[in-house]
């Protein structure tokens, strides 16, 4: 079995290698694109690849020589990938990981260097205007990596959280975290409420929203820094 790959070029010409031995592989990464791929080579290859293979077409060096000619890629490249795809077989899934995490990471690191060259060079902007949008950039990048069934939008938490207050299921207001709500009951009158962890473990972040979900039902929050 190959090996792990330890960086994301060597996965992208491990897959590439792996499906133009046998094109039946490309059905685990059919979802994949070729800006997914760091290196734009590979890239090309891959979308020459996919879009041979979704027409019904076989992907070969025989097939892709004109393409190998178009895009000045090496044609005894092409071959020797197709002669040695056999030996990457079983490394296929663990390409196909390597290289969405990879793509992952380049979409954070843009939209992180993205923020700072707007907070950079427009500092009089509304700054509350750009946590929001980076925060809907976030959340989108997120849906794109994280299985559908497991994110969930943060308004239907606290939709449902209130809606639960308001019926009677919690007794005291919604902390707009249902399992924290089931376990406590919720906020009560009385009660004092302690959040301890060590530096940057999340208890500021914890508190903001427990905050938000408090206002949410039209209670007064007080907040000190």
């Known amino acids: ?14 897959l590439l290698c792996a499906i133009l031995a046998d094109n039946r592989r490309f059905e685990l990464c059919a979802d994949l694109k070729g800006l997914d791929f760091s290196d734009a080579g590979f890239g090309s290859l891959f979308a020459a690849i996919a879009e041979k293979i979704k027409a019904g077409n076989p992907a070969s060096p025989s097939t892709l020589q004109l393409w190998a000619a178009q895009h000045q ?12 795809g056999a030996m990457h077989a079983r490394g296929v ?7 969405r995490a990879g793509a992952a990471h380049r979409a954070f690191v843009k939209l992180l260097e993205h923020a700072l060259h707007v907070a950079i060079y427009n500092p009089h902007g ?6 929001v949008d980076l925060e809907k950039r976030l959340g989108a990048l997120a849906r794109s990596n994280i299985d559908a069934d497991s994110f969930v939008d943060l308004h239907v938490i606290m939709t449902k959280a209130i ?11 919604s902390t707009g975290i249902q399992s924290l709500d089931e376990l406590t009951g919720g906020l009560s009158k009385g009660h004092f409420w302690a ?26 929050v007080l907040r000190f820094d």
């Open 163 to 173: 809606a639960d207050a308001k019926s009677g299921k919690i007794k005291g207001l």
């Open 195 to 220: 959040i301890g962890g060590y530096a940057k473990q999340g208890k500021s972040t914890i508190s903001q929203a427990l905050g938000f979900a408090i206002a949410s039902q039209k209670k007064a």
């Open 1 to 14: 079995m190959a090996p792990p790959p330890a960086l994301t070029d060597e996965a992208e010409a491990g």
């Open 93 to 99: 899934p663990d390409y196909v990981g390597a290289i």
């Open 73 to 84: 890629f090496p044609f005894d490249a092409l071959v020797n990938m197709h002669q040695t």
């Open 126 to 131: 509304d700054t509350a205007l750009r946590i």
